[in-house]
């Protein structure tokens, strides 16, 4: 057995208003005054002073406002490495990711991208890149993914939705300010919860399970049913709490894998664009034969509180459509040996995917 040596985010910092110490925290990673500190901003914050003024601009700092509205893609991350070359006589001295799992993943990728060779693409799949990234810091303003942590950036490229996973992918940085949250409108704070919720229910029920993974694992899923299910928290303590759900979320899948849901899901935001976590908790409702308990604590938690899910999004699709989708899920093998095992392709034949994807 050869045990995965894994490298983690290096430094954290966790606190109502530890976004304010950004400056000091960057400051002494700067490389000299031509080398910038590049921010990638959720644009859902231009405008809002409250965030905005404090973010640490100096010297040619520069902030890209960037919209969350679709996934992020190979071809947008190649534009944005070729635009900050082309503007900087330097290699940026960082990248400053705010802004949910989009905007981290952006962050990630561009800043592996300005150090590797060649276009994005190539290197989605499993240890491609070969240097190390510039340096790197996620501020997530939306809880759930886990990408604040994850070694992976998941992009959407000509021919797959795949991450870019590679031991440099990690952030060198973290701030994790539960109070960025506050504004997170009350569908999609669940539907980036339930992504945190199937992350644990794919890694406790997943083949790959191991007591680190489990340990993250239960500790998530407790915070998760505390969330969604007792629903008796104050405001803040919810947001403190599901910024911690997130990362312990994220812990697990590092030394295990995800499952059935995002192999699913991961076809239907690859066709339809729909995005990660409103696609997981649509696939995620028919998936009682692979995760049974799971999938009645969620429609549970669906009901308490009060969300209506799409329905009837692949009843019109052609088989070309469906065939399309089953070639993305079914290319994310060790998702299906998570989930199934090593024979899983005994059982997870393209006629019981397009069965399942026929129901959503
Ligand atoms: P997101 O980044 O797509 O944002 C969802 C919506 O919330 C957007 O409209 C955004 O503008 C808005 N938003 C974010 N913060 C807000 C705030 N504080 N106030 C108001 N609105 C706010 O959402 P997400 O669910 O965090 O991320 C999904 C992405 O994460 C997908 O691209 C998925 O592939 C990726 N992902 C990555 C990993 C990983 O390990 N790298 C894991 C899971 C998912
Ligand atoms: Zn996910």
């Not at 490229?157 to 997170?184: A, C, H, M, R, W």
């Not at 104050?234 to 812990?251: F, I, P, R, T, V």
């Amino acid at each position: 057995m050869n045990y995965k040596n894994y490298p983690m985010v290096s430094k954290v910092v966790f606190g109502r208003g530890s976004f304010n110490q950004l400056g000091d925290i960057i400051s002494p990673k700067r490389l000299n005054v031509n080398a910038p500190f590049i921010f990638f901003v959720d644009d859902v914050f231009k405008g809002n002073s409250w965030l905005t003024s404090r973010i640490p601009l100096a010297y040619n700092d520069k902030v890209y406002y960037i919209s969350a509205k679709e996934e992020p893609k190979t071809s947008q991350i190649d534009e944005l490495v070729e635009k900050i070359i082309l503007d900087y006589s330097e290699r940026p001295s960082g990248i400053i990711g705010i802004g949910g799992g989009t905007i981290l993943d952006i962050s990630k990728a561009v800043s592996l991208m300005l150090t590797n060779n060649g276009e994005s693409k190539d290197y989605q799949g499993w240890d491609l890149i070969k240097n190390p990234a510039i340096y790197h810091v996620g501020i997530p303003t939306i809880s759930g993914t886990g990408a604040e942590v994850s070694r992976t950036a998941i992009l959407t490229g000509p021919k797959l939705k795949l991450g870019i996973n590679s031991d440099y992918t990690p952030f060198d940085q973290v701030i994790l300010d539960p109070e960025l949250t506050k504004g997170v409108p009350k569908d999609q704070w669940f539907f980036t919860g339930m992504d945190c919720y199937i992350h644990c229910i794919e890694s406790l029920n997943g083949t790959y399970l191991n007591a680190f993974s489990q340990s993250y694992g239960e500790k998530a899923f407790e915070l998760c049913k505390e969330l969604f299910l007792d629903g008796n928290l104050k405001e803040e303590e919810a947001q403190d709490k599901l910024m911690m759900a997130s990362w312990h979320g994220g812990m697990s899948i590092a030394y295990s894998q995800v499952g059935v849901a995002h192999a699913i899901s991961y076809g239907l935001s690859y066709l339809l664009g729909i995005k990660h976590g409103i696609g997981n908790c649509i696939v995620f409702e028919h998936l009682e034969e692979f995760y049974p308990e799971g999938v009645k604590l969620f429609k549970e938690m669906k009901a308490k509180n009060e969300i209506e899910l799409p329905k009837n999004i692949c009843t019109e699709l052609s088989d070309r459509e469906i065939n399309i989708m089953i070639d993305v899920a079914l290319s994310l093998e060790p998702l299906w040996e998570n989930a199934i095992g090593k024979n899983w392709k005994k059982t997870i034949t393209r006629d019981k995917l397009k069965a399942l994807y026929k129901k959503m």
